[in-house]
């Protein structure tokens, strides 16, 4: 079992920067990826941003020249930094993990944390 714990939401004003982080423990020696979901209020969940056991990363089109996810391995802590946040990114973030290769697609997260609000005013 793997468990994932989030922290870094909270409240920032429009353009502004927040960092979420997410720190995975249990047997967490198989997993090939871990990625940020967000669901706002109506919506679906969407995948925001993956990054592979390889080093490979995936930015959702919205949010690819604003975010970036990283990781540290000897932490087992994966990272997202957000920049100019804007009011469309207010959702609750999700932080994943799964064993599966086919890490675009959500099935495939096996392992989720509780979610961290991020609301953006602007």
């Known amino acids: 079992q793997v468990q994932l714990v989030e922290s870094g939401g909270g409240l920032v004003q429009a353009g502004g920067s927040l960092r979420l982080s997410c720190a995975a423990s249990?047997?967490?020696?198989?997993?090939?990826?871990m990625g940020w979901f967000r669901q706002a209020p109506g919506q679906e969940r969407e995948l925001v941003a993956a990054?592979?056991?390889?080093?490979?990363?995936y930015n959702a089109d919205s949010v690819k020249d604003r975010f970036t996810i990283s990781r540290d391995n000897t932490k087992n802590t994966v990272y997202l930094q957000m920049n100019r946040l804007e009011p469309e990114d207010t959702a609750v973030y999700y932080c994943a993990a799964g064993r599966s290769r086919n890490w675009a697609l959500q099935g495939s997260y096996e392992y989720w944390g509780q979610g961290t609000q991020v609301t953006v005013s602007s």
């Open positions: 990054i592979t056991w390889g080093g490979t990363t």
């Open positions: 249990g047997r967490t020696f198989s997993l090939y990826a």
